[in-house]
């Protein structure tokens, strides 16, 4: 059975920076692809960051792409989230999702692409 976990969520400043990380078991973390999203009140889920299996290929949201980055550590089998100077639409529900037979690319990433998901956790940005 996958588990998808994430941990290190929270409230910052705006402007502050949070590090985002997502464990994963159950499935072969060195041929995974996986991703981060987010959820916002209102708004429809987005992809926030992915990276493909191998690490070679990121896809970073427009929004982001200045302010975050994403990382993956195989020995420790986690995948990273690192967001710096936070702004008020960051906050969300952020989920970490993980497949082995997703195809990540620099220009894109979706939701469809991923069939294990964490239960995602808050991020709140005060302004």
């Known amino acids: 059975q996958v588990q998808v976990l994430e941990s290190g969520g929270g409230l910052v400043q705006a402007g502050g920076s949070l590090k985002l990380s997502c464990t994963a078991s159950?499935?072969?973390?060195?041929?995974?692809?996986m991703g981060w999203f987010r959820h916002a009140p209102g708004k429809q889920r987005e992809a926030v960051a992915c990276?493909?299996?191998?690490?070679?290929?990121?896809y970073l949201a427009e929004s982001v792409k200045d302010r975050v980055n994403v990382s993956r550590d195989v020995a420790k089998k986690t995948l990273y989230l690192q967001m710096n100077n936070l702004e008020f639409e960051d906050t969300a529900m952020y989920y970490c999702?993980?497949?082995?037979?997703?195809?990540?690319?620099?220009?894109?990433?979706?939701?469809?692409?991923?069939?294990?998901w964490g239960q995602g956790i808050l991020v709140t940005v005060s302004s």
């Open positions: 990276i493909s299996w191998s690490g070679g290929a990121t």
């Open positions: 999702a993980a497949d082995s037979l997703a195809v990540v690319v620099p220009d894109t990433c979706s939701e469809h692409m991923f069939d294990h």
């Open positions: 159950g499935l072969t973390f060195d041929d995974s692809s």
